[in-house]
C-alpha cells in the first residue's frame, strides 16, 4: 500500500495536522501542526504514563508532564536533563510573579534543592530573589529605571525545622554568617562584607592614579585628580592631579572595590560617575557638567 496523507481539522480555526500512515505504522507516527493548543495535559512518555511507576507519591515525570490550571495547580515536570541551547544569544531565565490583585510580589521566586523524606519533598538549599525591605527604599520610590533586589541564600541545618539565612547579596553588599530563620535574623549588610560570627579582614579601597589626559579644548588650564567610592558610600583619597590646557577628556583604570568614581576639576566635584568596564572615559563639557 503506498503512503497516505490524512488531513485532520484539529480546531475550528485554520490549524491543520498531517499524519502520516504507512504500512508499516498504521497508527499516527509524524504530526505537523501551526498551533497546538492543550487545555489540561500534555505527556511525553515512552510509556503514555505521566509518572514513573512505584513514584507515583514523589511525581517523578516518566519523561515529560505538563498541567494546566484545570485542577487549581500548574506545573512542568522533566525527567533527568534540562538541556538550553542557543546561538548568538545568552541564557536568559526569569521568574515573574505578582499578586492575584496586580500588586507587586516582593519576592518573585526561588530554586530550591530537595530530598524525598518523611512522605514529602524537603528544602536542603534555597537560593531566592527578593527586592528590597520598604524600610530601605519605599514603595513609592520604585520605578522602571530603580528596582532594587537582592539574593539571598539558605540551608536547612540539624536541629532546625525552617531555613537559616547563611548570606544575604546585593547592591555591592553582603552580609555572611550563621542565623536567621526564614528572612530574618541575618542583619541586611550596610558595609560591603559584614561577617557576623567570625573575623572580618577588610581590604580599603585604594586611590586611583591620576587620570590621563587624551584631549582637552585649549580653553584654559585645569587639574584633574579622582576619587574612588565604594558602594557603602566609603570614599578613598584623591588620585594625584593631572594638568589639562581645557576642559579635558579623561581616561583611568578602574579601582578593585570601587563602584564609582567623583572627578576632582581644580579641587572641586563636577561628576559622579558609574562606567562600566576595566578602561573609564569621561569628557568634561563644563562649569556645572553632571554626568
Known sequence: MKDHLLTIVLTMTTTIALVKLTDEHPSPRELEVDRLIVRKELIVSDTGEKWEAGYEAQEIPRGLYARTLSDGVAGLWVRSRIIKCELDDPFDDRFHALERNGQLRGVPGHISWNAWLDGAWRQMAIVQGEGLDPSEVPPERWNGSTHPGRLRFQSFRPGHDEPLTDAVLGQGMMSLGGGGY??????????VLQLWGGQLRETPVTAPEAPRVVSDDGSGPHRYA???VGPQGRRSEAS??????GLATLA???VAGAD???????????????IEGSQKQWTDRGPNDSQ
Request: aromatic share 8%; hydrophobic share 40%; net charge negative.
Open 182 to 191: 526564614g528572612g530574618g535574623g541575618l542583619p541586611f549588610p550596610d558595609e
Open 226 to 228: 579622582l576619587l574612588a
Open 240 to 245: 594625584p592631579s593631572t594638568t589639562a590646557a
Open 252 to 254: 583611568w583604570d578602574s
Open 260 to 274: 564609582s568614581y567623583v572627578v576632582l576639576r581644580d579641587d572641586r566635584p563636577v561628576a559622579t560617575l558609574r
